[in-house]
């Protein structure tokens, strides 16, 4: 028969014995809002930190990264990359001033993005309840009814926040039909690198341009009253928890260490592991010379080559704004029309050959003059190198050198 309180009522504890069941937030919270888009979110499991996902109200977006997207035929401009793009291409993680090329398509064979079935989180939630089973035996075997209610109560706490916080993604659709220019972009990254996106306007449309909606299965009011649930749930649980005999406290216990240190280790994995984005196909063009540049001139150059376009550049305000940066990119211009654009011509290795231009010496001729220019001719950008990030520095007087002649150290010579 299951004891519930030996000794009677007086003997009812409170001490601090869940205080394992609330720890480890920042790790539960790092992967929170790609865990609810999984049906995994139903299953009853132990969760760590419950607290954190019991909240008044619910993102409406996904959170978006930095970095600068432009659109190399349209124009269009965005001051931050959307989420789920940011998932699928790991741009921030390109080496500094290297520029990518990726053709990207869409099979429509596959499902639409969604969590991964198979990835890290859900095997979080399988373990989770796994060891719920697991207790839930060993309390009805040590005739714990604390522990018993206990387990239940946690357990079922996942499954109640999992249903408030249950949503599918949502992503913007193009439903005009009529001619556009061709959806090609360029994002630019704090680390002055380039990723250079061949695609159609429907995939820009998607991906880029509009952001993404979390599109809840069940409304605000109906919210509130599961995570008013929630919290009673949690609140009944640790009590419970703190008034199990020794023996299924220390069980109760090891498994929230456990629990723990498994959420912290997913939370460091890179988050493409919980992603299904197989609706897409992204494969890189190669170019002669690879990825790699020395400064950023020499980036911004080759992204001007592989895009035939310097208008993107001047739009975004990723090249200085001063007469002499505009010389250059009009220089820069006319050699990419003096290059036929078809066919395209290759190495011996298959990779993309570009046009040849000495792109630095044609800078010096820019910022070096026979006449140069007055600082006050200079024109005052109001916006930096790189607004997207680590490059951003305001242009000013400040670097204008005692001849008048634009004196950022950036970019190098050579």
């Known amino acids: 028969m299951l004891n519930f309180l030996t000794g009677g009522f007086g003997n009812l504890q409170l001490d601090i014995v869940g205080f394992l069941a609330i720890l480890g937030e920042g790790s539960v919270l790092a992967n929170a809002q790609v865990s609810a888009l999984s049906n995994f979110s139903y299953l009853p499991r132990l969760l760590p930190a419950p607290q954190a996902l019991i909240k008044t109200s619910r993102p409406e977006r996904l959170a978006p990264s930095t970095g600068k997207v432009v659109g190399s035929k349209s124009g269009g401009i965005r001051h931050q990359l959307n989420h789920v793009a940011y998932i699928l291409h790991s741009g921030h993680s390109l080496p500094e001033y290297s520029v990518r090329c990726v053709r990207l398509t869409k099979n429509n064979d596959n499902p ?27 309390s009805v075997y040590y005739e714990d009814g604390m522990a018993l209610l206990a387990i239940v109560l946690l357990s079922l706490l996942s499954t109640v926040i999992g249903v408030g916080s249950k949503w599918v993604l949502e992503l913007p659709r193009r439903k005009a039909t009529r001619a556009v220019p061709a959806g090609d972009v360029v994002i630019f990254y704090p680390q002055g690198a380039f990723m250079v996106i061949r695609c159609d306007e429907d995939i820009a449309r998607e991906l880029y341009w509009a952001p993404e909606k979390c599109q809840y299965m069940v409304g605000v009011q109906a919210y509130r009253f599961i995570s008013l649930t929630g919290t009673v749930l949690l609140m009944f649980g640790v009590i419970a928890l703190a008034n199990a ?36 196909d992204a494969r890189p063009e190669h170019y002669a010379g690879g990825d790699r540049n020395d400064n950023f001139t020499q980036a911004l150059w080759k992204a001007i080559a592989i895009t035939r376009a310097t208008r993107w550049a001047r739009i975004a305000d990723i090249a200085p704004e001063t ?29 993309i050959l570009l046009p040849y231009w000495d792109c630095q010496s044609a800078l010096s001729d820019s910022l070096y003059p026979g006449e140069c220019e007055t600082p006050k001719a200079l024109r005052r950008s109001s916006a930096t ?17 005692e001849d008048g002649v634009y004196a950022h150290p950036q970019p190098e010579e050579g």
């Open 112 to 138: 639409p993005v969604r969590a991964s079935a198979r990835g890290p989180l859900a095997w979080l939630a399988v373990l989770g309840c796994a060891m719920s089973v697991v207790l839930t035996v060993l």
């Open 245 to 280: 005999q020794l023996t299924l406290q220390i069980f109760v216990g090891a498994a929230y260490i456990i629990l723990n240190a498994a959420y912290w280790l997913v939370a460091a994995l890179p988050p493409t592991m919980h992603w299904d984005l197989s609706l897409y």
């Open 323 to 351: 007469d002499q940066w505009d010389h250059w990119l009009r220089k820069a211009q006319a050699e990419i029309d003096r290059d036929p654009a078809e066919p395209l011509k290759r190495d011996a290795h298959g990779d």
């Open 385 to 401: 190198l790189n607004a997207a990030g680590g490059l951003a520095r305001d242009f000013d007087e400040a670097d204008v050198g």
